[in-house]
């Protein structure tokens, strides 16, 4: 089954902490995007990478942190700098940075106390 | 700056029945895409429909279709014959830059749908 996984679903962690959300992808798609949602709103772009080794910051990237070592992982760091990091993220991948669908993970959900 | 406007937060409608989210956008750019994406309340978001800006013909994919009126920049989604497993959250979103540059969305707030029996 291809698809795009995203772990854990809900993630607890206390104020202060870095924390590293995973994604992962078994589609060989080459471009990976990172996407926060918080209630009552749409997405909004974190971070993508268009290629294995690159990545370019997104809407909202202040407070984050990305890497793209394998095509099939694009794992976001929530670091101690970000303000308000309780929402829900969302990963995504297309086949290339021309291609009009994106497919997206299950999300993960981050509360931070 | 390129904007999405989605300006129902909800909608009702009856099994069967038909029903339109609107979606106007904003945009300077000549080339655009248009999306709409599904989000049941699991979460995942679920490609619906696509739109190019040069596309003369409206895209339509099963009971989904989009109504693009490019002179009015609105692209609203209609849903023929609704059904209960429609209930979900609705978003339109927008490719920034032309094809091949990037693939970055914009996204609106998205139109809460319930199907009512």
């Known amino acids: 089954d291809g698809g795009i996984t995203q772990s854990p679903k809900y993630l607890f962690r206390k104020e202060g902490q870095n924390v590293t959300l995973s994604c992962e992808q078994n589609l060989n798609h080459d471009a990976m995007y990172w996407y926060r949602q918080d209630p009552g709103q749409g997405l909004r772009l974190i971070y993508y990478s268009q290629i294995v080794n690159d990545f370019q910051k997104g809407d909202i990237a202040e407070g984050y942190s990305v890497s793209r070592e394998k095509k099939e992982s694009f794992p976001l760091t929530v670091t101690s700098a970000q303000k308000n990091p309780t929402a829900f993220y969302l990963c995504a991948s297309s086949v290339d940075r021309a291609s009009h669908e994106q497919y997206f993970g299950p999300g993960t959900r981050l509360t931070v106390t | 700056a390129q904007k999405i406007t989605q300006t129902q937060p909800g909608m009702f409608v009856q099994e069967k029945e038909a029903v339109t989210l609107d979606c106007t956008y904003d945009?300077?750019?000549?080339?655009?895409?248009l999306f709409w994406y599904k989000q049941p309340s699991s979460g995942e978001m679920i490609f619906l429909i696509y739109?190019?800006?040069?596309?003369?013909q409206n895209a339509t994919e099963g009971r989904y279709s989009l109504n693009f009126q490019k002179a009015r920049k609105s692209a609203n989604l209609v849903i023929s014959a609704s059904q209960l497993g429609d209930s979900a959250m609705y978003f339109c979103?927008?490719?920034?830059?032309?094809?091949?540059?990037?693939?970055?969305?914009?996204f609106g707030t998205g139109t809460l749908l319930a199907v009512q029996p």
């Open positions: 979103a927008m490719r920034e830059g032309t094809r091949g540059a990037t693939n970055k969305l914009i």
């Open positions: 739109q190019g800006s040069y596309d003369e």
């Open positions: 945009t300077s750019d000549q080339s655009y895409g």
